[in-house]
Structure formats: structure tokens, C-alpha cells
Antibody, heavy 118, light 107 residues
Framework: EVQLLDSGGGLVQPGGSLRLSCAAS????????MSWVRQAPGKGLEWVST????????YYADSVKGRFTISRDNSKNTLYLQMNSLRAEDTAVYYC???????????WGQGTLVTVSS | DIQMTQSPSSLSASVGDRVTITCRASQGISDYLAWFQQKPGKAPKSLIYAASTLQSGVPSKFSGSGSGTDFTLTISSLQPEDFATYYC?????????FGQGTKLEIK
């Protein structure tokens, strides 16, 4: 059974940093791309970033490019999102998600809440 | 960037009804289109990928169609557990944009 466990959210001041983690199990982690998707309070879903299985390719939304870094440790079956220079508009629930071999998300984590506020 | 536009933004229907939600891409995306269901306070759930392929475990009351720029999600015989918000997402090219969502409510 595929399981994705998001963690690392919390309250952080504007300009601060936070690192999210997503522990994966139930599939061969290194074979699959992984993504982060966020949802601001009361708003829709926003794709944030994707990393290939080998970590050789990464992609970012313009809204986070240069501030967020996606990475993975395939030896630990863990996905990360390093978030720097956080802004109030980054406040959201962040979901990690597994990507199918031919693309498209098939499984989601439970989400972790990031609140950027002074 | 490819823009995804869903219609309607909200929809009222009764138990037993059949409803259709539309998703339009601002440029052709072949069949690289997925549909998700989200209930309040919960993570999204994957329903359909490749425009018309049902995710494993998803009941056949859900169906998707379309290719290019115009796509539909149809839900037949609505049950109370189907009332939720539905999102489309294109994964043809980055950024992998979502539609704004369609909230399906009980009439």
C-alpha cells in the first residue's frame, strides 16, 4: 500500500525558512517522480514543484522559483521541500504527491500546514 | 503557461442525478489531463488520469472524456459521498496547472 507522510510544517515569520519532508513507502521510491502541491486557506490547488526519480531534473512554479528547493534522498525514501524567504502568501497546506510513470499524480500525502506570519 | 478553466465553478444537484463538469485548456494538451476529488479538510483523491482512465479503486460511476483542449468529468447516480470539490490538472507541460475547482453541492 502506497503511503506518503508529510511533516515539517509550522508557524514561521516572514523571511524565515522551513523544510518539509515526505516519507514514502509501499513502492520503489527511486523509480517515480514526486511533486509538491499547495493549497492556501479557502483556495484551490496550486502545483509547486516536481523532481524526477533520479533527482536529475527539477521544475518549479514561478511563484517559488529561487526561494524553494525540491530534493530527495532515495536511500531514505524521503522527499524534501526547502522553503526560504517565506512570505505571507506561502501560507498553505502543502501536499506531497507521487507521480505515475507516464505522468499525473496518483497518490497524495495527508498534507502539512505552513503558516507565515509575524 | 497553460491555463485550465473549469465550468461551472459551483453546481447544485440532487442524489441520483448525473452531472458533468467541463475543463478547458488554453492550448492543446493531448490527453495529459487528470481529475481529482477533494472533501473539506482532506487531501485530494485521484479519480482519472490520461483524460479517461479510471484510477484503481475508483467506482465506474466516474468517467472522463476529451482530448486536445476540451475535457469532461461525468458523475452518474450521485450519492451523498460524491458531494465535494473537483479539480482538473494538466500535466502536458510545466507548470502543471490546475483548474480553479468545481464545488458540487447538494440541492
Amino acid at each position: 500500500e502506497v503511503q506518503l507522510l508529510d511533516s515539517g510544517g509550522g508557524l514561521v515569520q516572514p523571511g524565515g525558512s522551513l523544510r518539509l519532508s515526505c516519507a514514502a513507502s509501499g513502492f520503489t521510491f527511486t523509480n517515480y517522480a514526486m511533486s509538491w502541491v499547495r493549497q492556501a486557506p479557502g483556495k484551490g490547488l496550486e502545483w509547486v514543484s516536481t523532481i524526477s526519480g533520479s533527482a536529475g531534473s527539477t521544475y518549479y512554479a514561478d511563484s517559488v522559483k529561487g526561494r524553494f528547493t525540491i530534493s530527495r534522498d532515495n536511500s531514505k525514501n524521503t522527499l524534501y521541500l526547502q522553503m526560504n524567504s517565506l512570505r505571507a502568501e506561502d501560507t498553505a497546506v502543502y501536499y506531497c504527491a507521487k507521480v505515475r510513470l507516464r505522468g499525473g499524480i496518483d497518490y497524495w500525502g495527508q498534507g502539512t500546514l505552513v503558516t507565515v506570519s509575524s | 503557461d497553460i491555463q485550465m478553466t473549469q465550468s461551472p465553478s459551483s453546481l447544485s444537484a440532487s442524489v441520483g442525478d448525473r452531472v458533468t463538469i467541463t475543463c478547458r485548456a488554453s492550448q492543446g494538451i493531448s490527453d495529459y489531463l487528470a481529475w481529482f476529488q477533494q472533501k473539506p479538510g482532506k487531501a485530494p483523491k485521484s479519480l482519472i488520469y490520461a483524460a479517461s482512465t479510471l484510477q484503481s479503486g475508483v467506482p465506474s460511476k466516474f468517467s472522463g472524456s476529451g482530448s486536445g483542449t476540451d475535457f469532461t468529468l461525468t458523475i452518474s447516480s450521485l450519492q451523498p459521498e460524491d458531494f465535494a470539490t473537483y479539480y482538473c490538472q494538466q500535466y502536458n507541460s510545466y507548470p502543471h496547472t490546475f483548474g480553479q475547482g468545481t464545488k458540487l453541492e447538494i440541492k
